[in-house]
């Protein structure tokens, strides 16, 4: 009797084993596809210029750091910072992913394209082009995650805004 016990404790033990070790489902496509979606959404949040919308996208520890502007740490700094951007009437924004990428583990992904803005310059009172590339990171949940922090490349100095993209540091809160 003892070792029919241990032939059923056995038995559960390995089916239960067997239930742990399973692979969890393969989302990186549908998380690819939710990354594209969420900035095809932003930027029509931007040409609609709704800073609470475009605001919302960002998670309560990231960095927005937008040309020639300091870095926005928060997202009520990031808030104050996109409404001020927004109340210039010149300004646009649009960018475009060229590569979206999502780690095997599915906890992480990144986005880096190319964006144009233009915006009043403060000197000449008149509007001004500006263009170059971008950096986003994401974590999950990617369909409920802020991304982390946008990080413009002016062309020039291409290293030095690379140095800032942490995406290991990217924490999420759901």
């Not at 029919?4 to 489902?25: W, Y």
């Not at 646009?92 to 590569?99: D, G, I, P, R, S």
């Not at 999950?140 to 140095?163: F, I, V, Y």
Request: proline share 7%; aromatic share 6%.
């Amino acid at each position: 009797m003892k070792a029919m016990g241990a032939l059923c404790i056995a038995a559960v033990l390995s089916f239960t084993m067997a239930g742990c070790n399973q692979a969890p489902p393969d989302t990186h496509d549908a998380d690819m596809k939710a990354i594209n979606d969420l900035e095809a959404q932003w930027n029509k949040d931007y040409a609609a210029r709704d800073g609470d919308k475009i605001a919302a996208y960002y998670a309560d520890d990231a960095v927005l750091m937008a040309p020639g502007a300091p870095a926005m740490s928060g997202k009520e700094a990031i808030h104050t910072g996109i409404q001020q951007m927004l109340s210039d009437p010149a300004l646009t924004l649009q960018f475009q992913a060229t590569k979206v990428e999502v780690a095997r583990s599915g906890d992480l992904g990144y986005s880096w394209g190319k964006y144009q803005m233009t915006a009043t310059d403060p000197a000449t009172k008149k509007p001004v082009n500006d263009h170059g590339s971008y950096v986003t990171t994401y974590c999950k949940p990617l369909r409920k995650c802020r991304p982390r922090p946008r990080l413009p490349d002016r062309r020039r100095s291409t290293e030095r805004w690379m140095a800032h993209a942490e995406p290991a540091r990217c924490r999420c809160s759901a």
